[in-house]
């Protein structure tokens, strides 16, 4: 269902290129056909050829955009995703690609499905609770995805974006006791690093609100 949700964007993408880039690119062609013709530069049989052909250029033209268009989404989302000289994680093309288009619960779903095929990968789990928690405004959707990469992952490159992305969360939320509890886990395990001080930082304003209120 998801793949034939994704052929009907491509249709609507072709469809829209098509409105806006066929007529005027029928309109030029016709207009420099009719100038050489004036001027004598080719015959009256070239120009009718040359009309005809006005169609399967135009065409191409829109294939050739359609084409472009689709693999700078993917690239802006892999640049997105990339971190310095730090691989990015496991590509999702078409969730980059809807992601790029700003069809934001599309790729949701997406993603959903692909983790209900794939419960093990924690990429994906991020990936959607950062979406949740940026496009969709669903703090507890994006909660309950970091929650289960902490308890499902395994791998120490987890833990900081886990961390970080509850913060998140529950300072939107509201939630200070979760808040200032991620926090000192975040100062506890990057101690001594400019993410580590910024959480000490935070956690100290927090405290002395409370202990002024």
């Given at each position: 269902?998801?793949?034939?949700?994704?052929?009907?964007?491509?249709?609507?993408?072709?469809?829209?290129?098509?409105?806006?880039?066929?007529?005027?690119?029928?309109?030029?062609?016709?207009?420099?056909?009719?100038?050489?013709?004036?001027?004598?530069?080719?015959?009256p049989r070239t120009f009718v050829l040359l009309m005809v052909?006005?169609?399967?250029?135009?065409?191409?033209?829109?294939?050739?955009?359609?084409?472009?268009?689709?693999?700078?989404?993917?690239?802006?989302?892999?640049?997105?995703?990339?971190?310095?000289?730090?691989?990015?994680?496991?590509?999702?093309?078409?969730?980059?690609?809807?992601?790029?288009?700003?069809?934001?619960?599309?790729?949701?779903?997406?993603?959903?499905?692909?983790?209900?095929?794939?419960?093990?990968?924690m990429d994906a789990r991020l990936r959607l609770a950062d979406?949740?928690?940026?496009?969709?405004?669903?703090?507890?959707?994006?909660?309950?995805?970091?929650?289960?990469?902490?308890?499902?992952?395994?791998?120490?490159?987890?833990?900081?974006?886990?961390?970080?992305?509850?913060?998140?969360?529950?300072?939107?939320?509201?939630?200070?006791?979760?808040?200032?509890?991620?926090?000192?886990?975040?100062?506890?395990?990057?101690?001594?690093?400019?993410?580590?001080?910024?959480?000490?930082?935070?956690?100290?304003?927090?405290?002395?609100?409370?202990?002024?209120?």
């Amino acid at each position: 269902m998801r793949m034939k949700a994704f052929e009907t964007h491509d249709a609507t993408d072709i469809a829209r290129i098509s409105v806006f880039f066929g007529p005027p690119c029928l309109i030029i062609l016709s207009a420099a056909w009719f100038f050489l013709l004036a001027k004598g530069f080719i015959s009256p049989r070239t120009f009718v050829l040359l009309m005809v052909a006005n169609i399967p250029i135009t065409v191409g033209g829109v294939v050739v955009i359609f084409l472009g268009l689709r693999t700078t989404a993917v690239g802006v989302a892999h640049m997105a995703t990339a971190a310095g000289n730090i691989p990015p994680p496991p590509s999702y093309p078409n969730q980059d690609v809807l992601i790029a288009q700003g069809k934001y619960v599309e790729a949701a779903e997406y993603f959903r499905d692909h983790i209900r095929i794939s419960p093990e990968d924690m990429d994906a789990r991020l990936r959607l609770a950062d979406l949740l928690e940026r496009h969709l405004g669903d703090l507890a959707g994006a909660e309950q995805q970091f929650l289960a990469v902490r308890r499902l992952g395994n791998e120490a490159r987890l833990e900081v974006p886990v961390t970080n992305g509850l913060i998140d969360v529950y300072r939107k939320q509201g939630r200070r006791a979760l808040l200032k509890s991620e926090l000192a886990r975040l100062v506890e395990r990057q101690r001594g690093t400019p993410l580590g001080e910024g959480a000490a930082r935070e956690l100290r304003e927090l405290e002395a609100a409370d202990g002024s209120g």
